[in-house]
């Protein structure tokens, strides 16, 4: 019943707290009746009255009320606007009309449209009562809404929920779905697992059988290459010593012809260490008249690979150039290539000497015999025009001239014959006891008979030598004859004999042009000439030769003191008599 006051209306405490109360009221006196009824009630609230449309918008705006009491009819405005301006503001809030004309079926029209509730202004006891229905309604209706709305909410939760946990079940059934697959997929990898292992264990066990026996092979070379190292090592150590044992230079060069090892010959004869001859390098030490053809020849051996050898003057660590065999031997492998050359270099500069002065000696013996045999034959032919004229006074010169010719070329066959014998050892010696100053006078008879030169002999005049007169006489003559012949402006010729312990020394002094002091050594050497453009005398270069084999015989000494420009003494040591 509406309009009736349930007793549980009266008594219902009021739910909401201290409510905005908003009056649409135009009339001063009816309002304050109002606000007394509802304190009277005992209700606690605030209110706000208001008489026209434009404050009671205000209101609804700035106010908020929670409930609004509203007379029905205003001079401009009435509570059917007011209530539909409400509606569109704020639909919640109760609208209770106050009025002491309404109709009860304009008011019950007014509920069927939505007005709360209605009261008159004559019974206004009723008023507050109502004031707190709607009031309480309202505020149940906005729990009941938030409780209707908690629970849809809750339910669409649940929804959500249920959802998630369905979702989640069908991902649990498509993860059990995939686990299924994967442990299936896990069961295929174990089996394939469990196979690659056993092949694997498999392997390892061939691995291990290959293992030993590669590592019995290991051994195997190991020791095969210890054996190679130590024969290696052995043939290396021999061929050194060989190589550093041979009377040969020697040394060994890459094909490349990088020069890697020499021996001590090869110091000893150049003077230069390892380094050294790695920093100078070969050619320091060939004779610039031979690099060009060395280097040629030298190139041509290890294109060609099968060794060679020439001939080179090398650098002695002196400094003087000696002539020698260079051989170059390829040390090849198994398949013909050239590893390494072995290099000699023999010292041949004697032989090559004594090739150049046999050379030499033909060509002056030659020359030297053919000279007094033109000579004899031009005499014997002048004598075959005369021969009917025994009176001819050309006769006797002729024969002389004949027999000097003959005389010569005796005296050169006698030289060639001695020097011959004393090459062969058949040089004889009959020794006695003579004065040699004695010997020497006599020998030089035919030298002063010519009155051109002076010779004197001085020194010790009765020493008496043990020796072969006829030989030493030889000796004297050609040491004179050679005075004669290569110092021709010299006319003194000085003759000393001096006795020093056992031995008696002999020499003959010049002042000749003297000779140059590196050839002094070679003067006694077989066919050796003293290359002088001064000396129009020819020679076979056997004299002194024959002169030192012949005192060689005597167990005695030869030489020669020489100045150039101030004449030279040749001398000789013969051993004194016995007893004297
Ligand atoms: P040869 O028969 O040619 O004279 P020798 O053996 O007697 O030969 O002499 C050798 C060389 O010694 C000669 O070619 C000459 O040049 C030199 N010689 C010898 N005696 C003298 C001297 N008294 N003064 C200068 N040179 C000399």
């Not at 059988?209 to 590669?214: G, P, S, V, W």
């Not at 041979?246 to 094909?255: D, E, F, R, S």
């Not at 190139?299 to 080179?312: A, N, P, T, Y």
Request: glycine share 4%.
């Amino acid at each position: 019943m509406r309009n009736g006051v349930a007793a549980n209306d009266l008594m219902a405490p009021i739910r909401v707290a201290n409510p905005k109360i908003l009056i649409l009221e135009d009339n001063q006196s009816d309002a304050d009746l109002l606000l007394r009824e509802l304190k009277r009630s005992g209700l606690s609230f605030t209110s706000r009255v208001v008489q026209n449309r434009e404050t009671y918008e205000d209101a609804l705006e700035n106010f908020s009320p929670d409930i609004i009491l509203s007379d029905y009819s205003l001079p401009s405005f009435d509570a059917v606007t007011a209530f539909a301006i409400k509606q569109s503001k704020c639909p919640h809030v109760p609208f209770i009309i106050v009025s002491g004309t309404i109709v009860d079926e304009n008011a019950v029209e007014l509920v069927k449209n939505g007005v709360t509730d209605y009261a008159l202004k004559d019974k206004l006891l009723t008023l507050s009562t109502k004031v707190n229905r709607a009031l309480n309604d309202t505020q149940a209706g906005k729990e009941k809404a938030f409780t209707d709305e908690k629970i849809k909410m809750q339910a669409a939760a649940l929804i959500i929920a249920n959802k998630e946990l369905v979702f989640q079940n069908k991902e649990k059934e498509i993860r059990a779905a995939d686990l299924v697959i994967l442990s299936g997929n896990l069961k295929i990898q174990k089996d394939e697992l469990y196979t690659a292992n056993n092949l694997l264990i498999k392997q390892e066990e061939k691995v291990k059988t290959i293992n030993l026996e590669l590592s019995q092979l290991n051994l195997e070379l190991e020791k095969r290459v210890v054996n190679r190292t130590k024969a290696l090592a052995e043939s290396e150590t021999r061929f050194r010593n060989m190589i550093e044992t041979i009377p040969q230079i020697a040394w060994t060069n890459t094909v490349e012809g990088e020069f890697i090892y020499y021996n001590q010959r090869w110091h000893d004869y150049t003077g230069l260490d390892h380094n050294q001859t790695k920093f100078l390098g070969f050619n320091v030490l060939i004779h610039p008249g031979d690099l060009k053809n060395v280097s040629d020849q030298f190139r041509s051996v290890l294109k060609i690979g099968d060794g060679g050898e020439f001939q080179i003057r090398g650098k002695r660590a002196d400094g003087l150039y000696r002539w020698h065999l260079v051989r170059l031997m390829p040390i090849k492998n198994d398949a013909g290539l050239v590893q390494l050359w072995v290099g000699t270099a023999t010292d041949i500069h004697e032989l090559k000497l004594l090739q150049q002065q046999k050379d030499d000696f033909i060509s002056i013996a030659s020359h030297e015999l053919k000279t007094p045999i033109t000579s004899l034959k031009a005499s014997l032919q002048l004598l075959d025009r005369i021969k009917d004229n025994p009176a001819s006074p050309l006769l006797p010169k002729l024969i002389t001239q004949a027999n000097k010719s003959l005389d010569k070329v005796n005296a050169l066959i006698d030289d060639l014959l001695e020097a011959s014998n004393a090459n062969d050892g058949q040089l004889h010696i009959n020794q006695k006891p003579f004065v040699i100053s004695k010997m020497i006078d006599e020998c030089c008879y035919y030298v002063r008979a010519e009155e051109i030169y002076t010779i004197t002999t001085e020194g010790d005049m009765d020493v008496e030598v043990y020796a072969d007169a006829v030989r030493i006489e030889q000796i004297m003559v050609n040491f004179i004859n050679n005075a004669i012949k290569y110092a021709p402006k010299s006319k003194a010729i000085r003759i000393n004999i001096e006795k020093i312990n056992d031995t008696a020394k002999i020499s003959v002094s010049d002042n000749g042009p003297g000779i140059p002091p590196e050839q002094l050594r070679y003067l006694f050497d077989r066919y050796y000439r003293v290359d002088s453009s001064e000396s129009q005398h020819t020679g076979l270069g056997l004299g002194l030769y024959i002169c030192a084999e012949i005192i060689k015989k005597h167990k005695g000494q030869i030489g020669v003191n020489s100045v150039l420009g101030k004449g030279s003494t040749f001398w000789f040591t013969l051993p004194v008599a016995a007893g004297v």
